[in-house]
């Protein structure tokens, strides 16, 4: 899990407005977050199964919600690849 504070400083550095908790950019750089930490978990920890379940479900959203950020406003979207470093 990612420490309250780290989620803040997230939220804080890709909100749309002030009180900005649940834009399709605040999703998917918590997910991102969450997705390397559970990775790296996953590395050391080889056979926990359901950590990858969980991994695979965190990859699949964020997809969805890129998908989605890209069908409506592609100017967010390229921004957001290119600052979370996801596509080449």
């Known amino acids: 899990m990612l420490s309250t504070e780290t989620k803040k400083k997230l939220m804080s550095e890709n909100a ?3 009180k900005d908790t649940g834009s399709s950019d605040v999703q998917i750089t ?10 790296q978990h996953l590395k050391i920890n080889r056979k926990d199964h359901s950590s990858r379940r969980g991994l ?19 100017d967010r979207y390229k921004k957001l690849i290119e600052k979370l470093k996801l596509r080449k």
């Open 16 to 18: 749309l407005h002030d």
């Open 56 to 74: 695979l479900a965190m990859v699949s959203q964020r997809r969805k919600l890129l998908s989605y950020l890209s069908g409506n406003d592609k």
């Open 30 to 39: 918590v997910l991102t977050a969450r997705i390397e930490q559970v990775t």
